[in-house]
């Protein structure tokens, strides 16, 4: 009775570790990172009126065997009397080993879960290069990429709704 258990609880085991979530961050790193100041020394000779505009990408990359890259694409452009006082581009990527999720979640993590890992490390490249242009300090507000990822998903439900009438 006993040897007839043991082949049940082998299938079970490996049906078990077959459908492990796992979710594990193997690397975090800076791609590639940019800063320009066109507009220096005569910017830090005029009165101080900053306007900045934050452009967003993300971009996931398959590794093969559950691994993924992640890449997180900031671009800040800071001006002040509509000249360019600084221009930096940051591309924050980690590698990511995510396994035993479905399709949606899957989605979810790739695409909103993993960026809000990565912003914060971002986020410190771009007010340390900010600071070390001599601009005054710029500290990114915080991102909330499930609020970005649920208004994604209602835009291309409604095209979709659109599309069908």
């Known amino acids: 009775?006993?040897?007839?258990?043991?082949?049940?609880?082998?299938?079970?085991?490996?049906?078990?570790?077959?459908?492990?979530?796992?979710?594990?961050?193997?690397?975090?790193?800076i791609k590639d990172v940019s800063f320009e100041s066109p507009s220096?020394?005569?910017i830090f000779t005029e009165q101080?009126?900053?306007?900045?505009?934050?452009?967003?990408?993300?971009?996931?990359?398959?590794?093969?065997?559950?691994?993924?890259?992640?890449?997180?694409?900031?671009?800040?452009?800071?001006?002040s009397d509509e000249k360019t006082a600084f221009l930096i581009e940051v591309t924050q990527a980690g590698v990511f080993e995510i396994a035993g999720y479905s399709k949606e979640e899957m989605n979810h993590i790739l695409s909103a879960y993993c960026p809000s890992i990565l912003f914060p490390y971002a986020r410190e490249v771009v007010?340390?290069?900010?600071?070390?242009?001599?601009?005054?300090?710029?500290?990114?507000?915080?991102?909330?990429?499930?609020?970005l990822y649920a208004q994604r998903l209602e835009e291309e439900s409604q095209q979709a709704a659109t599309k069908e009438a």
């Open 1 to 29: 009775m006993t040897e007839e258990n043991q082949p049940k609880t082998q299938a079970v085991a490996a049906t078990t570790e077959a459908n492990e979530q796992r979710f594990v961050i193997h690397r975090i790193y």
């Open 40 to 42: 220096s020394p005569t």
């Open 48 to 79: 101080w009126e900053p306007t900045t505009d934050l452009q967003m990408n993300t971009e996931v990359t398959s590794q093969g065997d559950n691994f993924y890259e992640v890449k997180l694409e900031l671009t800040v452009t800071v001006k």
């Open 127 to 147: 007010s340390s290069h900010v600071a070390k242009g001599s601009f005054p300090e710029l500290h990114l507000a915080p991102i909330n990429f499930d609020a």
